[in-house]
């Protein structure tokens, strides 16, 4: 039946109106009826681009005179031009019969099918189709509608999405759920348990489910053989099998992560033993397998290939890496670093990288990391120097802060090696030093370390090694003693 809406004036002014009912089919006065109703919808189910009513049955299937009466199944009705009247109203058989023979406990008696409907165009080709749930009958039915012929009578494949007796299949929906532009089914299942328990309740485990079918486009293989030479058959597609290939990098792992160029004749400056990684993609057609690499090294101009460990990032397991032996590499010489990547059916890709190892960028025989000035090749070595002002004896050698400079075979002009004494009489002698009492008095005797003033006259005393210069004569006071 349908209820016709009096306007908003009416239920403005009444709201308790009673709306006017009207009949669309009825067992006892309808010319055709089609039974127990359980769900009615409007879709365009004839893609005539006018909605009809989508009707399904739920009919408990029982029999009158040994005849069954209202037999189950799903209908449509198109709407009439004068729709207050049910002779107007005609419903077209879209399944009946068979297909929803009840199979749960109770039925045909006290069980009805079918249940919930749904329409859209699933398959995309302009045509609405129809899932129904069987609801009594444990199956939930797809119909995919095909081309009309030239009468324009309906057309569907019907299939079982799920058949499992007395599972009693519930709602079902259509939506894009993934997002790719295509309708996808989803339905819930009351009781999936395929495995019923016999003397409880055999239709009932408590095994209730939901459900989402996607649909594939038909296969166009289904083995490998189904395909032509070089090709293999990936999710029913043939498709070329390709080798694994070396995707991003490779990377030096550097400031600025610079990447290994494939033109030799502008190869990346390494000055130490820095990791090369890099990424690779594989089809994994033929076979599912991991990717093993390998990682070799020569000089320009040699023949010999030198072959690299290669490891696998413990954090993403897609990126392999060597480690280039700069430091122990000839220096200023081009390398060439070739990257094999080998999938499990044996197919590989390789390529050539390039870079140049400068360990020692002036060439004054001295490494990176051990020249404290690599840009200089006067320059190599640390060495401790003290500024000339602090050469109070006169003797060539300063007293004063030491300092490291970074010196060639001697220290530059401006520095001396220390003078530990500042004495003339003994030029860069023993430290010498005076002893004191715990009080800070001296109690005199010359000493280098505190050891020097212990003796049991008193408890302790202690070594002063500061030179003052009481006669002011240049001397230090200790050097005159």
Known sequence: ???????????????????????????????????????????DITNDANDELIVSSHNHQEYKDGERIWPPGVFYLSIPDSPYDSVN??????????????????GPYTQGSPGFSAVGDITGNGLNDLVVAGDGRGATYYYEAVAADAGCSLKFNRTALWDDPASMPAEVKLYDIDGDGELEILATVYDTSFNKVDGVDPDYSGSGSVFIWKLIPEAECVENSDCSAGEVCLDGTCELDAPPTLDAGPWLAAG???????????????????????????????????????????????TVWSALTVSMDPWVNSYPYVTLPIMSLQNATTYALR????????????????????????????????????????????????????????????????????????????????????????????LGGTCYNFYNQEVGGSCTTNADCQDSSEWYKWCDTFQGDQDNDGIGDVCEE
């Open 89 to 106: 109203w005609n419903p077209v058989a879209i399944d009946v019969g068979d297909a929803y023979l009840v199979d749960r406990s109770g």
């Open 256 to 302: 600025g992560w610079p990447v290994l160029p494939t033109n030799s004749g502008r190869p990346v400056i390494a000055e130490q033993n820095f990791s090369v990684l890099w990424t690779f993609d594989d089809d994994y057609a033929t076979c599912a397998g991991a990717c093993t690499h390998t990682a070799e090294y020569k000089a320009e101009g040699d």
């Open 1 to 43: 039946m349908w209820f016709k809406n009096p306007g908003q004036a009416v239920l403005a002014s009444d709201p308790d109106y009673e709306w006017e009912r009207y009949t669309i089919d009825n067992w006892y006065s309808s010319s055709n009826p089609v039974g127990k109703g359980f769900m009615i919808f409007p879709a």
């Open 339 to 430: 990257l094999t990547v080998k999938d499990c059916a044996d197919q590989a890709t390789s390529e050539l990288y390039y870079f140049k190892a400068v360990h020692d960028i002036d060439g004054d025989g001295y490494d990176v990391d051990e020249d404290c000035d690599d840009t200089n090749p006067e320059i190599y070595q640390l060495l401790e120097g003290y500024i000339d002002e602090g050469d109070v004896d006169l003797d060539g050698y300063s007293f004063g802060i030491v300092e490291q400079v970074c010196s060639g075979e001697s220290l530059p002009e401006d520095y001396t090696e220390g003078d530990i004494d500042n004495c003339q009489v003994v030029p860069n002698g023993p």
